[in-house]
């Protein structure tokens, strides 16, 4: 990519983070007071965004999407585009929760196409790689919180529609309470598993280049994480509640004990080399 139009696209996705905020925000906290400025830098994000297509599609006098990074970009600006539209349109804000993380990550990835210089130190790379394993350890356990939570809840319900209760339903918290768990573990761990993410594709960038994307632990991290985002949306924007959101979220662990497998084998294999 042009120099210059990868430093356009750095500055959209500093924008697009905005969004990023609002949405764990919204997630965590149930307020959404951040939209209008998160919307805003989006809008503004968009420019820079379009200057960047621009400037790269002069420099190498074509169309840029003609490698996976170009096409991520492109995809990144015409989903920023249909969801201004359809905001413009029908002012739907709940769309933002699902839209905002995704477009961000999408552009965070499309700046990767460049190698950059090596760590400044050795110090300043294991506290990046311990911070990435801390926030993933984290996002795990809020993640685990939610599971017990949707596993409890289904027993509970299927206790009552037996209407004949065993002695071990009357110690579980109410349906309310349940569902109160498993909406605040699961959008504190939705950030916390977003943040890793974000930590460990830039560390993985920095360790091995553009080589980063051909690891299979990396395309795995991707899926778990949609797979979550989904939920996300899911439950915020389309209201899914009860029943529905727990065996999501029990599916969701699954993917996350793959990811979690993955990235352990993976890992030993390295070692061994």
């Not at 349906?175 to 560390?203: E, N, P």
């Amino acid at each position: 990519m042009a120099e210059m139009s990868v430093i356009w696209l750095r500055v959209a996705a500093a924008l697009y983070s905005l969004g990023l905020l609002h949405a764990i925000l919204t997630l965590v906290r149930r307020k959404d007071r951040l939209f209008r400025v998160a919307l805003s830098a989006f809008g503004m994000g968009a420019m820079f965004h379009f200057v960047s297509i621009v400037e790269e599609g002069i420099f190498n006098h074509r169309c840029p999407i003609t490698n996976f990074y170009e096409t991520l970009s492109m995809c990144a600006f015409l989903t920023v585009l249909v969801y201004l539209f359809v905001h413009w349109r029908y002012k739907v804000a709940s769309l933002s929760v699902f839209i905002f993380p995704l477009v961000f990550v999408m552009t965070l990835v499309a700046t990767l196409g460049n190698p950059v210089s090596a760590w400044s130190s050795p110090v300043v790379r294991n506290v990046w790689l311990t911070v990435h394993i801390v926030l993933v350890l984290l996002g795990y356990a809020a993640l685990l919180f939610t599971a017990v939570g949707s596993v409890l809840y289904l027993f509970q319900e299927r206790e009552l529609k037996a209407r004949k209760p065993r002695k071990f339903y009357y110690r579980l918290p109410p349906l309310g309470t349940l569902d109160d768990l498993i909406s605040k573990s699961m959008a504190v761990g939705f950030a916390l598993i977003t943040l890793a993410v974000i930590a460990g594709v830039t560390w993985a960038f920095i360790e091995v280049k553009t080589a980063w994307i051909e690891q299979p632990k990396i395309a795995i991290s991707f899926l778990t994480w949609g797979v979550y985002l989904a939920l996300v949306c899911l439950r915020v924007a389309a209201g899914w509640r009860g029943r529905k959101a727990a065996i999501m979220t029990v599916t969701l662990v699954g993917f996350a004990a793959l990811t979690w497998a993955a990235h352990a084998r993976i890992g030993a294999i390295f070692l061994k080399q």
